[in-house]
T-cell receptor
Framework: TQLLEQSPQFLSIQEGENLTVYCNSSSVFSSLQWYRQEPGEGPVLLVTVVTGGEVKKLKRLTFQFGDARKDSSLHITAAQPGDTGLYLCAGARGAQKLVFGQGTRLTINP | EADIYQTPRYLVIGTGKKITLECSQTMGHDKMYWYQQDPGMELHLIHYSYGVNSTEKGDLSSESTVSRIRTEHFPLTLESARPSHTSQYLC?????????????FGEGSRLTVL
């Protein structure tokens, strides 16, 4: 049983469209991180959300942590080919344990 | 830009061979980790270290072993590789605990055992 479920697992859209990726769990996390991984590279941290209901923006990317700290979403506005990659959410259970979702593979077509 | 390096990037070997995947970081981080990543699956923690001479097994059982003799170096060894060990191995380090700090990842070592 996967602790963190990401959906969709695959998403292919045209440049300029908007999209939302979800990260859901039945467990509470002390914080949640989003990473992006490009082919042949390691994951790179995009954002950390800590407070229930928190919203963080990174240019065209908007991250939200659920009020109950069990879920999160990533919304991309006007997607660009440079947004292509594997998006991973990771929930922290205390200070030392991090649980990853299986990832959403996003392709933005020019 | 992260200063954490993994070698080799790609390795194809036969069954029964001994292999060591190298991981080095120049950030002075005490905490280092090894994750296993397979397509469509979540990253699984297989080993971690909170400092020199400290190593622990992670959530996913692994036949590999690790050592931490120097702060900057955290190699992973497989004594006798098998096809089931075929995977991508990611090394990471952090300054703080994973709940509050950023994980810095290397580029990964993709291992194929024939």
């Amino acid at each position: 049983t996967q602790l963190l479920e990401q959906s969709p697992q695959f998403l292919s859209i045209q440049e300029g469209e908007n999209l939302t990726v979800y990260c859901n769990s039945s467990s509470v996390f002390s914080s949640l991180q989003w990473y992006r991984q490009e082919p042949g590279e390691g994951p790179v941290l995009l954002v950390t959300v800590v407070t229930g209901g928190e919203v963080k923006k990174l240019k065209r990317l908007t991250f939200q942590f659920g009020d109950a700290r069990k879920d999160s979403s990533l919304h991309i506005t006007a997607a660009q080919p440079g947004d292509t990659g594997l998006y991973l959410c990771a929930g922290a259970r205390g200070a030392q344990k991090l649980v990853f979702g299986q990832g959403t593979r996003l392709t933005i077509n020019p | 830009e992260a200063d954490i390096y993994q070698t080799p990037r790609y390795l194809v070997i036969g069954t029964g061979k001994k292999i060591t995947l190298e991981c080095s970081q120049t950030m002075g981080h005490d905490k280092m980790y090894w994750y296993q990543q397979d397509p469509g699956m979540e990253l699984h923690l297989i080993h971690y270290s909170y400092g020199v001479n400290s190593t622990e097994k992670g959530d996913l059982s692994s036949e590999s072993t690790v050592s931490r003799i120097r702060t900057e170096h955290f190699p992973l060894t497989l004594e006798s590789a098998r096809p089931s060990h075929t995977s991508q191995y990611l090394c990471a380090s952090s300054e703080y605990g994973v709940g509050t700090g950023e994980l810095f990842f290397g580029e990964g070592s993709r291992l194929t055992v024939l």
